[in-house]
Every structure is written in C-alpha cells, then in structure tokens.
C-alpha cells in the first residue's frame, strides 16, 4: 500500500514538473489570435464600394472607377468618418443625397469636423481601381466615404459603415 501510494506520488510529481516545462514551449507555439474582419454596409452610385474593419486598421476599396476622356486613369478622394458625431449633420442632408447631390453633405461634414482621416488623391490603377487603409483608428462606427472621378451620367460616390472594435 505504501509503495502504490509512493509510485502515485512521484507519478504526479513528474507530470507536474512536465506540464511546467513544456508549457512555455506551448504557448510561444500557439498562434496569435485572429482579428476579427468585419465587413461593411453602405451604397454607392456609379463605383463599386466596399470598406472592412479588421483590428484597428479600415481598409476600402472603390472599383469601376472611371477614367477622365477615356484615357487617363480617374481618381477617388476618401475620407473615413465618425458616424456619431455626423449623425446630426446627415439627417439635416438627407435630401440632399436622395436628389443624388453627395456633395453638399460632404461640404457639411468637412465643416463640422467629422472627417478623423483623409486621402485627398488616390489614382486609380489600370483596372479603375482605388484601394487605401485607415491605420490606427479608435474603436467606434465609421463611415468610409469616397468620391471619384464624375461621368457623364453624374457624379460617382460611395459610402459604406464599419464599425471598429480593435484587436483582441
């Protein structure tokens, strides 16, 4: 009886002592834990627009954006947006952006300092593409918003929600 419970006692010992040892080797072999993506909602008219949130970083996308005359290549200015702090400023706009002019609430949220980032000229690729990334943006819902490059037929502008919540 003394010997079993001797052999149970070393037994858990050198388990114990094994647990200890490898358990750095364990957790330095674990990967680090995904950031979520979290994709966005929103319209556009004339581009294709798209914006993710992933950790503290927005990324956007604006495509089909279309070239000046044919041949040079267009272009989109994009700014990212505190939708708490626009919310007033947009539901005073709203009639604006139904009649399809974006641009006199763009020129409010400018005023009111609800733009937190811009980037004022991004040329498009040979694809009619525009891609660029927010980088340390606070955790908060956002509006990305994007106007490129008009057509014939209007102006071309997209806007898309993303809501930030930082790496876990």
């Known amino acids: 009886m003394r010997r079993n419970l001797f052999i ?3 037994t858990a010992a050198v388990a114990s002592v ?9 957790a330095a072999a674990a990967p680090a834990p995904a950031q979520p993506v979290l994709p966005g909602v929103g319209f ?11 950790g503290n970083s927005v990324r956007y996308t604006a495509t089909g954006v ?14 990212l947006v505190n939708a708490v702090t626009a919310a007033p400023i947009i539901g005073g ?3 604006d952006l139904l009649a399809g002019n974006p641009f006199g609430l763009i020129t409010a949220l400018l005023e009111s300092g609800s733009f ?7 040329i498009a690729d040979k ?10 943006v606070p955790t908060g819902l956002y509006v990305v918003v994007s106007s490129c490059t008009a057509q014939a037929t209007g102006p071309a502008y997209g806007a898309t ?3 930030v919540v930082g790496a876990r």
């Open 161 to 163: 929600g993303v809501l």
């Open 44 to 54: 556009s008219n004339g581009i294709g627009h798209k914006a993710e949130a992933q």
């Open 18 to 26: 094994t647990v200890l040892l490898a358990a750095p080797a364990i």
């Open 127 to 136: 694809d009619g593409t525009v891609t660029g990334t927010f980088a340390n």
């Open 116 to 122: 937190v980032a811009f980037h004022p000229l991004v």
């Open 66 to 79: 279309p070239g000046y005359l044919g041949v040079f290549p267009g272009s989109c200015q994009t700014g």
């Open 93 to 95: 706009s709203i009639a």
């Open 8 to 10: 149970r006692c070393v």
